[in-house]
């Protein structure tokens, strides 16, 4: 997590984004082919598209597909719900309870871990 948090500010920090400095969008941590902050809409066309080249079509990748994914894999890798709930931007906790789905085998694995009799 560190490598990725030093080079996405490397990436900020770089000399090619000072050209960028005079204009509304040179806080975009991200551009378009035009050099302008990428909407929305253009993250989901970007998305789609790499969905449809590896054959999964336009509703099997969506950007609401990623962010459940992204959000299941780190419960499952033991980021805590509060966290979670942050990154994710809800208001209220039962919103990411309802949005994030804990795998059976995470489950499984946090009973086996923390039961006194799930180890015999």
């Not at 991200?30 to 970007?46: D, H, K, P």
């Not at 969506?62 to 299941?72: E, G, K, N, P, Q």
Request: with cysteine.
């Amino acid at each position: 997590m560190k490598d990725t948090v030093n080079a996405a500010l490397q990436y900020v920090d770089d000399a090619e984004r000072e050209q960028w400095k005079s204009r509304d969008d040179a806080a975009a941590m991200f551009l378009n082919a035009r050099g302008r902050r990428i909407t929305r809409q253009g993250v989901r066309l970007i998305v789609r598209g790499h969905g449809e080249r590896v054959g999964l079509g336009p509703d099997l990748l969506t950007t609401h597909v990623l962010r459940h994914s992204c959000a299941t894999h780190m419960l499952d890798g033991g980021a805590d719900i509060r966290s979670v709930q942050e990154l994710l931007g809800h208001a209220s906790i039962s919103s990411t309870q309802r949005y994030t789905a804990v795998s059976h085998e995470r489950l499984t694995e946090v009973y086996r871990q923390a039961h006194p009799r799930a180890r015999y």
